[in-house]
């Protein structure tokens, strides 16, 4: 059976006859870490969607989960997704709606609101992780556990480097 890259795969080789400078490899490596992210994306999504929740609602859930006392201010939950507050606000209210939080004011200030994981979020959450860890488990097989700490390892090295180009606007400059 053909992956799902072989198409891409092909393209990429002919392109690489056609013109030497071609930096196949690189163009490859990059392709493929796009490529199976979209895979991992998309088996996830599917798998959120079969369990009635999508990505953001998830990951906020499994924020408030992670913090001492299940408990977060608003903002802080806008800063760990990586959205708009006014987006937060709006996923709150689903959660909310879904009786997965409660909005309570702070025992020191009573300005201050925090969004508080319910009894009902916790089961939720104890209900919708054992299938995806199980998920995660068939796919991380396929790899010996020194595979994987050599994955890491090479992602990790990647991403610094990516974030290293991008705040010496490396990327910007090779554009000129």
Request: with cysteine.
């Amino acid at each position: 059976m053909d992956s799902s890259f072989t198409p891409i795969e092909q393209m990429l080789k002919f392109r690489a006859s056609r013109y030497e400078e071609f930096p196949y490899q690189e163009v490859l490596l990059t392709r493929l870490c796009m490529h199976m992210q979209g895979k991992l994306l998309e088996n996830r999504n599917k798998m959120l969607k079969a369990q009635g929740i999508n990505e953001t609602l998830f990951m906020a859930l499994i924020t408030l989960e992670s913090q001492e006392n299940h408990s977060i201010q608003p903002s802080e939950l806008s800063c760990a997704l990586g959205s708009s507050r006014t987006n937060a606000t709006r996923i709150a209210d689903e959660l909310e709606k879904r009786g997965w939080i409660e909005r309570r004011e702070s025992d020191n200030d009573r300005r201050c609101l925090h969004l508080q994981l319910t009894e009902k979020g916790h089961a939720f959450l104890q209900e919708v992780l054992p299938p995806q860890h199980n998920c995660l488990h068939q796919l991380w097989s396929s790899l010996s556990t020194t595979e994987k700490d050599q994955l890491e390892h090479i992602t990790r090295k990647l991403l610094t480097r990516l974030d290293q180009m991008e705040q010496d606007g490396t990327v910007l400059d090779a554009l000129r």
